[in-house]
Each structure stands twice: as C-alpha cells, then as structure tokens.
C-alpha cells in the first residue's frame, strides 16, 4: 500500500507539475548564481582556516568577501549569464560562465595588486582568490550541468515506457544531429538506442552520445532485434534508391516501422523533429530510377505562351498545372466540368504557386463545342494539355455511351479546334488500357487516338503552313491519382480492412502522378506531331504484393490484422496491361524514358465517317450497338469478363 502511495504520488508531482513547468526568470536565475558564489567563498574561508593561513587586515574577512561576490555579480551582469536557459544549457554557456569568473579573478587581482603599488596594502590573499575562482566556476558549472540532466532524464523518466525503441541508420553528422534533436524534443516520441554504420567507419567499441554505434555485418532486422529496436529511422544520405529500397522492405518482412528523415538544413522546424519523420509511402519503394527532363526544352517552347490544360482540376491536370507554371508560361487556361475541385485548384494556384503567372478557370465541358470555341476564340491558346477522360473501366462498361461523349467526342471537338485555331502543340494523355483493348473505357481511348494521329497526317499532307501539331502519350496506372487502387487501398487499411483484389495474379505498371506529367511535358516538347509517346513505366508490379506492402506500411501483419479478400475480376478487365500493340515496335528517343511506338496510322476520312457512325450509334442505339461499332473501329478490342463478349464471336 505504501508503495502504491509513493508511486502515485511521485507520478502527480512530477507529471502533472514539472512537466508543464516554465522557465525562471532572469533575477532568479541571477541570484542562484550570486548565492553559489557566496558558498564558494564560505568554503575558501573554512579551507583557509583549516590550515592556519593568516589573511591580511586591510579589510575584515566579510568586507572581503562582500568585495568578492560583488566584483563577480558585475561580471555576471556584463557577460549576461543569467540570460541562458539552464534546462537548455550549451557548451557556448560554459564558455560564457569561464569568462566571467575568470574576468572577476583577474579584476580582483588587478584591484589586489594596485593597493599594493598605491597605498602599500594587500586585500586579498592570491591563494584565496585563486580558490574561490576555481569553486565558483566548477559549483556554477555544476548547477547547470545537474538541471540540464534533471530536464532531460528525470523528468522524461515515466514516458521511457511508452517511447518507441528505435536505431538510427547513419553514423554522419546528419545522424547525429537527428539523434540529439530526438533526444531533447518534448514530447518526446522516440528512444534512441544506437547506431548502424554501414560503411565500418568506426570500430565497433566506439559511441556517439553514449549510445553504440553497430557496424552492419548482419541483416538490419538482426540488428535492431538484438538491441530490442521496434523502429528503423534512416538519416544516412548516401544510400542509393535500390540500398533504401532492400532495407525498407527488410523491414516491412519482420513488421519493424521504417522512417526517412531530409537533412537537417531542410527542417521548416528544428524543434518538431517528429514531424519531420516521415514513414515510407508506397510511392517511395517503386525501384524506378529518378527522371532527368530537359527543361530548357520545355522552358523554350512554354515561356511566355498561353497553356490549356483540359480536366485541369483532376489528378493528372492539377500536377500538369503545377509543372507548367515553373516554366513561366503567360497564361494557364484551366479547364474542367468538376465546379468543386477547379474552385479549390483556383485557390491554391492563385494564392501559393501562380508567381507572375495569370490563371484562368474555366468551367466547361469537353463535350460542348460551342463552349470550348468561345475559350478558343477568346485567349487563343498555343498549347493545349488534353487530359479530360472518364477512365473507370466498370463504369464505362456500363454507360458507353458517357465515355463515347467524353473520351471521343471531347478529343476530337479540342483536336478540331486546336487546329482551327492555328495551337502549336496539341498533347492526347491516354492510356495503356488502349493496347489491345479489353474494355469500353480503353476502346473509347483507342478511337481518340486514332482520330488525334490521322488527323495530324491529314493536316500535313494538306501542305497547309502552321500545321497543329498533334501529340499522343500513353502510360500505365499512376498512383494516387483519383480512382487510384492506393487510395482505396488506404480506405480499407483504415477502416480495418478486408483489402479487395480482384484476382491474385493481377498485375498492374505504376508511376507517381509527377512523374507521369514530367514525362507528358517532356514528350510534348520533343513531339514533331502524330507519334504515340509510350513511358517506361518499370517493372509491372503485382497488385497482391503492393497491397501486402500498404499493409505492413500502416503497421498491420498482412492476413492477421488485415486480411486481403480476393472478390473476381471487374468486367472489362486485363490480369495485366500492355504498352505496345502486337505489331507495333518502338524507337528510342533521347529520353531513355521515352519511345515512340510505331503503330498503324489509318485514314482521316475513314476514321471521321466512322466516328460520326458512332456518335450516331451513341445517341440514339443500345449499349450492344454502341460496342458493336467501337468494335468495327478498333478490330483489336475484345471484351473481357462482360456482357459484351458476345460480340466476339458473332
């Protein structure tokens, strides 16, 4: 019982009021030191005493004394000791601290020695005042150095139990900077318990800041299990993209949390060195190599142009915006359907990212020519960024009609317009889902881009001068773009799961949303008109594997905490995607990145009689006959797991 009492009352003194304790004011802390310096006489004096010294009789032991401490609290006030916070206290303290004692020992022997000259009398013993300096100087080194630890062990002692155990990779100075602000910051969320140095620096008895630094002879999960570590914090710099990619995925493997944190010159807030801890996103372990664009390319051909970005306040558009405007662009035409999404993208552009930029937004639909002419007519673009589309493949499965109106009467209303108004560069972002399609979504993408290329060769064989030119770029599932799998992902990791994949085997290639706009800008500088740019999209991950990744990301063991549920595949889709037709081959560009693929151009006249069929069909037929023509213009589209598989064999 009395140990019960004890325990709850150390926890109320100490938790509830030293822990929100504030900082003393300067006459206090002034006065401590003053006070130390007394003691530190008081003890010069019994020293003395203890061995019969005789002092001198000019002035009397307390006068002396009351000198002593008088010429000190001066040289306090002067060096401004007292302004420090002792909690806080540096190595610059310390220094601030031998400066004033020693400026007050060399004041008084100055004053000492003077007496002598003039008036032929000493104050002061020199052994006396060599004593005092000495103790005042360890006594108001010591108080410092005991709140500081005070501050820093004791009052943190009840949270020890609730820290996250962890090992910080790196032994550089940007490792140790992260260890020290981890260790002061409150409250604190972290214990560091050692150090992983790859590159055998140090010898292995060696420690920074009293903690071991371990050189890495064995895998990481080994390391941090034998030091009881619950999490890996990466601060070593040099690392490669593949070195960071091993470890992280290490460590996902035996459910050990994995943070990455920027140099410490990158902090927005030196004291929250939390919130600059970073878990890895999903994003973060694509083993893809980083872009390099030639943004004087790009800069040439956008500076000081007028930019129309269709579907502007989407997931891919809003990037797209984003990227342009660092390229000084006159104007950026916004243009979108969605009211909520542009009024927010509006807002953000304008207010943080627009410079000397002007922004328009428009709320327009591609499928209204009339609306778009009036835009055309007024700001006469030079570029136009085409990336308006319904792209979910079940939901154009079952409304073709919608993505007939969207995804090929929209392209070709902008293409026709694009070059009645004499713009420079067109760019088409469509999709992999087009190649060999297997659903009315990746179709209906097909038919735009056959319409986009042959109307490019139609235009110069006309021989017109000022020819549009018209750019298409194809590219696999971006992740975090709306509709995404990751944010549907991350939905279900919240909400407890199950995870649904549609089939085990399912694979998908994946890029980040600015990666795939980087590359959009890139391929519309370089376009020359009517190629079809394909990017390397990487290594084709399967959908299973990313999900058992997002789980081990959010903390959770895959098929315990959460479970992964296999529910079929979607009508209209592929096991896996492609990026070339059958017969179609590639040629390389100058970005490894980026290759044209060589593929069928077909007549203008013929593809525009037979979209005009379909436009037809889409108003006024049935789902079956709006597939049925679609199916007529791409003869390589096959339905998979749909209605419209029927057609296949009639």
């Known amino acids: 019982m009395i140990r019960f009492l004890l325990k709850e009352f150390r926890k109320t003194i100490f938790n509830r009021k030293f822990t929100n304790i504030g900082y003393l004011p300067r006459w206090i802390i002034f006065a401590i030191d003053v006070f130390i310096v007394s003691i530190a006489c008081l003890v010069t004096y019994i020293i003395l005493s203890s061995m019969n010294v005789k002092t001198y009789d000019a002035l009397n032991v307390l006068m002396q004394y009351i000198l002593v401490i008088f010429v000190n609290a001066m040289s306090f006030i002067f060096f401004r000791t007292y302004s420090g916070i002792i909690r806080h206290s540096t190595f610059i303290d310390g220094v601030k601290l031998l400066i004033a004692t020693t400026s007050s020992f060399v004041v008084l022997m100055i004053i000492n020695y003077s007496c002598q000259i003039i008036i032929d009398v000493k104050l002061f013993l020199s052994a006396g005042l060599f004593i005092t300096y000495v103790i005042s100087f360890l006594q108001l080194f010591l108080f410092r150095i005991l709140v500081k630890n005070f501050f820093e062990v004791y009052i943190h002692l009840g949270e020890t139990k609730q820290l996250t155990r962890a090992v910080i990779y790196g032994a550089d100075a940007n490792a140790i900077s992260v260890a020290n602000a981890l260790k002061t910051e409150k409250p604190s ?16 008895s060696k420690s920074i800041l009293d903690l071991p630094i371990i050189n890495q002879t064995r895998k990481i999960h080994v390391i941090l299990r034998s030091v009881k570590a619950e999490s890996l914090i990466i601060a070593e710099k040099g690392l490669t993209k593949e070195d960071i990619v091993a470890i992280v995925e ?51 051909q956008i500076k000081g142009k007028t930019v129309m970005i269709t579907g502007g306040a989407g997931s891919i558009g809003s990037e797209i915006v984003r990227q342009v405007i660092n390229f000084n662009p006159k104007k950026i035409l916004i243009v979108d359907q969605a009211e909520s999404p542009l009024h927010s993208l509006h807002l953000e552009v304008v207010t943080e990212l627009s410079k000397n930029v002007k922004i328009k937004t428009i709320l327009a639909d591609v499928k209204d020519y009339n609306a778009l002419e009036s835009v055309f007519e007024k700001y006469k673009p030079d570029f136009v960024y085409h990336a308006a589309a319904y792209k979910h493949v079940p939901l154009m499965e079952e409304n073709p009609s919608q993505a007939i109106y969207t995804n090929v009467i929209g392209t070709k209303n902008l293409a026709d317009l ?25 179709a209906s993408k097909r038919i735009a881009e056959k319409y986009v290329q042959s109307l490019n060769y139609h235009l110069v064989n006309s021989k017109k001068k000022n020819n549009t030119k018209f750019i298409t770029t194809r590219f696999g599932n971006v992740l975090g773009s709306n509709g995404s799998i990751v944010p549907l992902f991350t939905k279900q990791i919240q909400e407890g799961g199950p995870i649904t994949i549609t089939h085990p085997k399912i694979i998908r290639y994946f890029m980040t949303i600015p990666e795939a706009c980087q590359l959009v800008l890139e391929a519309g500088a370089m376009g020359n008109g009517g190629e079809i740019y394909i990017f390397d999209m990487g290594e084709p991950v399967k959908i299973i594997d990313l999900a058992k990744k997002m789980i081990r990301l959010a903390g959770y063991i895959p098929d315990k905490d959460i479970y992964i549920k296999i529910i079929g595949l979607r009508p209209g889709e592929k096991l896996y995607e492609e990026l070339l037709n059958d017969t179609s081959k590639t040629l390389p560009t100058h970005n490894i990145k980026i290759m044209i693929a060589q593929d069928t151009i077909d007549d203008f006249e013929a593809v525009k009689i037979a979209i005009t069929e379909l436009i037809a069909t889409a108003q006024k037929k049935s789902n079956q006959d709006i597939v049925a023509v679609m199916k007529k213009i791409v003869p390589e589209f096959k339905s998979m797991n749909s209605e419209f598989q029927a057609l296949d064999v009639m």
Do not use: H
């Open 418 to 442: 694009s070059s009645k108004y004499l713009v420079e560069k067109f760019v088409l972002i469509s999709t992999d889902k087009a190649v060999n399609p297997s659903s009315v979504m990746g």
């Open 189 to 204: 969320r972290f214990k560091v318990v050692a150090f992983v140095d790859k590159y055998k620096q140090v010898k292995t």
């Open 250 to 300: 290490e460590c996902l493997e035996y459910n050990i949390k994995v943070y990455t944190v920027p140099l410490i010159t990158d902090w927005e807030d030196q004291k929250q060195i939390s919130n600059q801890l970073k878990n890895f996103a999903i994003e973060d372990l694509l083993n893809r190599k980083q872009i390099v664009l030639d943004n004087n390319k790009i800069s040439a």
